[in-house]
């Protein structure tokens, strides 16, 4: 069966501190991966999404990057988190675009 | 754009009532529309799938309409227990396969005792 595994669980980092989040996918080839922000009280916002090794989409313009070194490995990423960061990071995966979302167990980041 | 509204941020119910959730959404046509269940510090976890064509779909305790006339979908759990308390998810899903799903903000659901 597929899993999909998120570290770390929980983080605490101070402003303009880097940032490297880490998703992967076990069970499955070449899913699609997504990754998304969630506010406290807020709905899901999707900041990335990738079909394959190296294809990243962004949908928000900020300072996060995506990167997808391996079939199934996501990265989540950043060179200087603000306070606007914080939140409670999901990732998920699917076997097309239009098929159902298997998310992860989260990472809840507080940038101080 | 593309919207996606849920009918209330919170709900509450009476044990052993049926809890109706609602969905509506503007300027989209959906293939399909699917509900998911998120608990506190959890991801969401898919509960149901509807298609454009069906107009009612039913599993276990759960039934989900679709109206694409109204674009309105319906959740509802019957017979509710304290177990069902969670934040409900809507999701909409397009015909293409460079479709992304949207999710609406959800619904937060509890059922005291």
């Known amino acids: 069966s597929q899993t999909i595994h998120q570290w770390p669980a929980t983080l605490v980092q101070p402003v303009g501190s880097p940032l490297s989040l880490e998703c992967t996918v076990e069970?499955?080839?070449?899913?699609?991966l997504y990754w998304y922000r969630q506010a406290a009280g807020r709905g899901l916002q999707l900041l990335f999404y990738s079909v394959g090794i190296g294809q990243i989409s962004s949908e928000v313009p900020q300072n996060l990057s995506a990167s997808r070194p391996q079939d199934r490995q996501f990265i989540l990423s950043s060179k200087k988190l603000l306070l606007s960061d914080s939140g409670f990071y999901l990732c998920?995966?699917?076997?097309?675009?239009?098929?159902?979302?298997?998310f992860g167990p989260g990472t809840r980041l507080t940038v101080l | 754009s593309q919207k996606i509204e849920q009918n209330s941020e919170a709900l509450n119910i009476q044990e052993g009532k049926t809890a109706t959730l609602t969905c509506n959404y503007t300027?989209?046509?959906?293939?399909?529309l699917q509900w998911y269940r998120q608990d506190p510090g959890r991801g969401p976890v898919f509960l149901l799938l509807i298609r454009e064509n069906e107009k009612e779909k039913r599993k276990e305790r759960l039934k989900v309409t679709f109206d694409t006339t109204l674009k309105q979908s319906l959740f509802h759990i019957t017979a509710s227990q304290p177990a069902d308390s969670a934040t409900y998810l809507c999701a909409l899903v397009g015909y293409s396969s460079a479709s992304k799903i949207i999710f609406g903000s959800g619904t937060r659901l509890s059922i005291r005792p």
């Open positions: 300027n989209y046509s959906p293939a399909y």
């Open positions: 998920a995966w699917s076997a097309g675009s239009t098929d159902t979302q298997y």
């Open positions: 069970g499955t080839s070449n899913p699609n």
